[in-house]
């Protein structure tokens, strides 16, 4: 899926004239700034930015995700991640998660759904899976998000806000519509496939239909604990990401200045071999190694081991960081060769031992048709496979067995999606409450609980007061979204 570095150097010149924009709405019209592109030019730039937001910098949805489902924090001699782990919530507390997400990705996926030749339309079935995936994400972290009037650019600057559990619906609708575009264009031979500007799947069209319908079934047992049993949608034939069959994204990731894979540049080493920026600061928790059991070789990729050959270790709740009671970072273990692998490395957006829990849960749930038990065996695998850990018969064998309970298979997803998509280890943390004995973030202030919201930001205070819903801090505790039950 990797496209040459001249296109990858070539794309961000495009961005930067097709795309880019200093404010949320692009209120004001610029020569730097025309208002089309082709889709050819426009995917892999907004997809480019997806991967930033998703798994990119200290500022990404997976670091906070980590932080808040406990699986990262700082070493003692680190005053690192204050705000996120002491849950020190504001409307200035984390403003790129979501004015990010509306001003680079969604509205370069919007400016290819705005593209009416209908030999786009797989591009445009591509934006629409995409912008759908990043709307369920806004949704589950703030609840009512502007959706059916926003990324209209200077035509509606203060767009209104929709009902979470609208949105929702709507997201279904969506990757529906583009499931059918997909099926149309397979047997139309004036619709362009894309190639290698689909830094994703590579045109793999058969691919895009299976992630969107896997993104339906993720969106569908989110609501799982509020009575949503309609799973007609996904029951459709088209199938859903199985083994092998991960969405990557790499538009060409290689060891120079600003080409580097995000999660590798931000957490592994510097183009010159240091370590990079927050890759010392971040270790793992104590509570989080004891999600691993004895037969379970992930661990040791997972996590770093500290020194030669000596057990992983990890810092101790409730200790201050950067006290004298702190234990140093360089007696701790970070982030493992398994999710920190190089500087060209693939950035995850859906793992397919996350499809295939999802899978098994909703078999075991009965709300689709399959066997929970061989689903969850092929993802534990996935997992072991993705992280290069070998082979998980061992394991599977003793404690991972089949547990044939939803805690069971959140808690492997939990051990799957750690260091790769920690956003959504939080979320299903809200969504079921396990894994079982989540601790609160070390150093946590009152009220002392893991948040269940983030807080619109102060930019939209700003600039569309009549529109964003009045909020206070304890709204970040206690206001949850609608299928947070």
């Not at 066997?371 to 496979?385: K, M, P």
Request: one cysteine or more; aromatic letters at 10%.
């Amino acid at each position: 899926m990797k496209i040459i570095n001249r296109l990858f150097i070539a794309l961000f010149a495009v961005f930067a004239a097709t795309s880019c924009s200093d404010d949320f709405f692009d209120v004001n019209t610029s020569e730097n700034n025309p208002s089309s592109s082709t889709p050819q030019l426009s995917l892999p730039v907004a997809q480019k930015y997806t991967v930033d937001l998703l798994s990119g910098d200290y500022n990404s949805y997976n670091t906070l995700g980590n932080l808040w489902s406990y699986a990262w924090a700082a070493g003692g001699d680190y005053v690192y991640f204050t705000d996120e782990t002491q849950y020190l919530m504001a409307s200035s507390f984390r403003q790129g998660n979501f004015n990010t997400a509306y001003l680079r990705p969604l509205n370069n996926y919007q400016v290819i759904i705005n593209n009416t030749d209908p030999v786009n339309a797989n591009y445009k079935a591509i934006a629409m899976i995409m912008k759908a995936f990043h709307f369920q994400y806004l949704v589950d972290q703030y609840g009512d998000v502007p959706y059916t009037e926003a990324l209209q650019r200077g035509n509606n600057v203060t767009p209104a806000y929709d009902d979470d559990q609208f949105i929702y619906n709507d997201l279904i609708v969506q990757l529906t519509a583009a499931q059918d575009m997909i099926t149309a264009s397979a047997s139309d031979a004036t619709v362009i496939v894309p190639g290698t500007e689909d830094v994703m799947c590579g045109g793999d069209m058969a691919k895009w239909a299976k992630f969107a319908n896997s993104l339906k079934l993720r969106i569908l047992l989110r609501q799982s604990e509020i009575g949503v049993t309609d799973y007609s949608s996904v029951n459709n034939g088209i199938g859903f990401l199985g083994a092998g069959e991960t969405v990557y994204c790499n538009p060409g990731y290689t060891n120079d200045t600003n080409k580097q894979n995000p999660l590798y540049a931000n957490f592994g080493k510097t183009v010159a071999g240091d370590p990079a920026a927050n890759a010392n600061a971040t270790r793992a928790t104590p509570w989080a190694l004891t999600q691993f059991g004895p037969n379970d070789t992930r661990l040791r990729r997972v996590y770093s081991v500290v020194g030669n050959g000596n057990p992983v270790t990890g810092p101790v709740a409730g200790i201050d960081q950067n006290s004298a009671a702190g234990t140093p970072s360089a007696n701790l273990s970070g982030i493992g060769p398994g999710v920190l692998l190089s500087s060209s490395q693939d950035a995850i957006i859906m793992q397919s031992a996350e499809s295939l829990l999802l899978q098994s849960e909703a078999v075991l749930r009965g709300f689709i048709p399959g066997d929970a038990e061989a689903l969850y065996n092929a993802a534990v695998q996935e997992s072991f496979t993705q992280l290069g850990a070998g082979s998980a018969a061992t394991y599977l064998a003793n404690e991972g067995a089949y547990p044939g309970t939803v805690s069971g298979i959140i808690s492997q997803k939990w051990i799957a999606l750690n260091g790769t998509n920690g956003l959504e280890n939080w979320i299903e943390y809200k969504r079921t409450g396990f894994p079982l004995g989540l601790p609160n973030a070390p150093g946590a202030a009152a009220p002392g609980t893991i948040p269940v919201r983030l807080l619109y930001p102060a930019t939209e205070a700003a600039t569309n007061p009549d529109n964003v819903p009045v909020q206070t801090t304890g709204d970040a505790f206690a206001s949850k979204v609608f299928w947070d039950n």
